[in-house]
């Protein structure tokens, strides 16, 4: 009897052990069925998220590169401003370098147009000196040279000159004619200056050394004007650095024959 009921007991276990044994493998099925899809969904988000991922990385990249070209384009466009900013310093400055040639020239204009109406002013007193005078005759033309920049007389220019005024010594009317004149080296300021310094240098010696009176003695200085030869030349320069130097006597005869004709005859 004991035999039998461990027997029983033995195909009771049996069973519960078969149930059980049943019971798990049918446990195991489910979870095979139900785990597999969401391996897949897994699956396929980390397929999204790596492509997700990449397009990212991609994105990142480029805009890098837009940031890359964004700062080069900013640095031209700082390069072109500053070039800009140089050039119109430029423009401005050439701007007040003109002004200031401008004004240079209109200034000199001024002096060169104050100086031939001077010179103009000289000409027509010298000429309305001349014209008070009764008729005069030239007895001798001297022309002395001078050194450039120089008013000083050589011993050949006062050797001239005395050759000149003993033509007029004893000389009841006379009348000397010195005319200044230099080349075209110098302003024109300068040049008037110069050819008046060489006139006078003449007609100091003439009135210290040769005792010609001065009010006997017309002077004036031209300038660069009328040269007598050409300023293109070394010699012609040479020949233009001068005084030129005339005697005039009074021409009794020529002037009785005009004092007659002038003469009113009485009417009938």
């Known amino acids: 009897m004991k035999r039998t009921r461990n027997m029983t007991l033995l195909i009771t276990g049996a069973a519960v052990l078969g149930s059980l044994l049943a019971s798990g493998c049918a446990t195991k099925k489910h979870v095979r069925t139900a785990v597999a899809p969401l391996e897949r969904r897994i699956g396929q988000n980390e397929k999204t998220l790596a492509a997700h991922g990449k397009s990212i990385e991609e994105l990142e990249t480029a805009v890098s590169r837009a940031d890359e070209r964004a700062a080069g384009a900013q640095g031209q466009a700082d390069r072109a401003l500053k070039d800009a900013a140089k050039a119109n310093d430029l423009a401005s400055d050439a701007g007040r370098r003109a002004d200031a040639s401008r004004g240079a020239a209109d200034q000199s204009m001024a002096r060169a147009n104050e100086v031939n109406g001077r010179l103009d002013r000289a000409v027509d007193g010298l000429d309305r000196a001349i014209d008070s005078l009764e008729n005069y005759r030239v007895i001798a ?111 009794v005869e020529t002037a009785g024959s005009k004092l007659q004709a002038t003469r009113v005859s009485p009417q009938p």
């Not at 003993?166 to 004619?177: A, H, T």
């Not at 040269?227 to 005039?248: H, S």
């Open 141 to 251: 033309i001297e022309r002395v040279l001078f050194s450039l920049g120089r008013s000083d007389l050589s011993d050949d220019a006062k050797a001239q000159l005395d050759r000149a005024a003993k033509e007029v010594q004893g000389q009841k009317r006379f009348v000397i004619e010195v005319e200044g004149f230099t080349d075209r080296t110098g302003s024109p300021e300068y040049n008037l200056a110069l050819s008046r310094q060489r006139a006078d240098a003449v007609v100091r010696y003439l009135t210290t050394t040769d005792k010609i009176p001065l009010r006997a003695i017309h002077t004036i200085g031209y300038g660069a004007g009328s040269p007598a030869a050409d300023n293109g030349t070394r010699d012609g320069r040479k020949l233009n650095r001068r005084v030129e130097v005339r005697m005039l006597v009074a021409d």
